[in-house]
C-alpha cells in the first residue's frame, strides 16, 4: 500500500493561484509514476497532469496546459502541482494518485492506469 496525502487546496477568485502538495512516506516513491486528477460535482473525474519517476516526462490536459506546472521532489517524496491563472472552472476535489513506474499513454492521465489514491483537496475558484 502507498499512502498518499494532498494539502494544499483553498478557495480563491479567478486569476488567482494555489500550490498542491502530495505527500507520501512510501519507500518506493522515486518508483512511482504520479498524477493529479479532479472531479467536479456532477462529473466524471479527469485527469489533469502526470509526472514520471525521475520527473523528466511531464504531461497535462488541454485545458490546464500553460497555467498548471507539476513537478516532484524525490527526496522530500512529494508531488506538486503549481496552478496559476485558476478559473471558476478549476473548481474542483484534486486527487493525487501512483502507480509503479510510468504509464505509456501518451496523453493525459487515465483514471484506470493508476493504482493508489489519495482522499484529496478541495479547490474552489470564484469568479
Known amino acids: 500500500q502507498v499512502p498518499l496525502v494532498e494539502s494544499g487546496g483553498g478557495s480563491v477568485q479567478a486569476g488567482e493561484s494555489l500550490s498542491l502538495s502530495c505527500a507520501t512516506s512510501?519507500?518506493?516513491?522515486?518508483?512511482?509514476?504520479v498524477a493529479w486528477f479532479r472531479q467536479a460535482p456532477g462529473k466524471e473525474r479527469e485527469g489533469v497532469a502526470s509526472?514520471?519517476?525521475?520527473?523528466?516526462?511531464?504531461r497535462y490536459d488541454d485545458s490546464v496546459k500553460g497555467r498548471f506546472t507539476i513537478s516532484r521532489d524525490n527526496f522530500k517524496k512529494t508531488v506538486y502541482l503549481q496552478m496559476n491563472f485558476l478559473r471558476p472552472e478549476d473548481t474542483a476535489m484534486y486527487y493525487c494518485?501512483?502507480?509503479?513506474?510510468?504509464?505509456?499513454?501518451?496523453?493525459?492521465?487515465?483514471?484506470?492506469?493508476?493504482?493508489?489514491w489519495g482522499q484529496g483537496t478541495q479547490v474552489t475558484v470564484s469568479s
Open positions: 512510501s519507500y518506493i516513491f522515486d518508483t512511482l509514476g
Open positions: 494518485a501512483a502507480v509503479l513506474y510510468t504509464p505509456h499513454f501518451p496523453g493525459p492521465p487515465r483514471e484506470a492506469d493508476y493504482q493508489y
Open positions: 509526472i514520471s519517476t525521475g520527473g523528466s516526462v511531464v
